[in-house]
Nanobody, 115 residues
Framework: QVQLVESGGGLVQPGGSLRLSCAAS????????MAWYRQAPGKQREWVAG???????YSADSVIGRFTISRDSAENMVYLQMDNLEPEDTAVYYC?????????WGQGTQVTVSS
């Protein structure tokens, strides 16, 4: 079964940047949609951004202009470039992939924005 593994989280000061990466364990299992979600303490998991197989992207209003999602289909990876980070962006960030009704989640990576 294909797995997703996130990396790139950490501690950053407000206004800083981080780049999250998500790698699929099977290079030949190409997801139709890949997306990033996040879950802050005490809150529900929320969608952040998504990208289709044709590289059409969608982003939540709260991150437009600050976060950019991209993918490398050849390497079966998806990225989230996060700029101008705010304390409200602190959360565990999860990678998600879907294909023909199959949904796969990564284990999550912690992002903490604090001075």
């Amino acid at each position: 079964q294909v797995q997703l593994v996130e990396s790139g989280g950490g501690l950053v000061q407000p206004g800083g940047s981080l780049r999250l990466s998500c790698a699929a364990s099977a290079s030949d299992f190409n997801f139709d949609i890949m997306a990033w979600y996040r879950q802050a303490p005490g809150k529900q998991r929320e969608w952040v951004a998504g990208i289709s197989r044709l590289n059409v992207t969608y982003s939540a209003d709260s991150v437009i202009g600050r976060f950019t999602i991209s993918r490398d289909s050849a390497e079966n990876m998806v990225y989230l470039q996060m700029d101008n980070l705010e304390p409200e962006d602190t959360a565990v960030y999860y990678c998600m992939g879907s294909r023909r009704g199959i949904i796969v989640w990564g284990q999550g990576t912690q992002v903490t924005v604090s001075s």
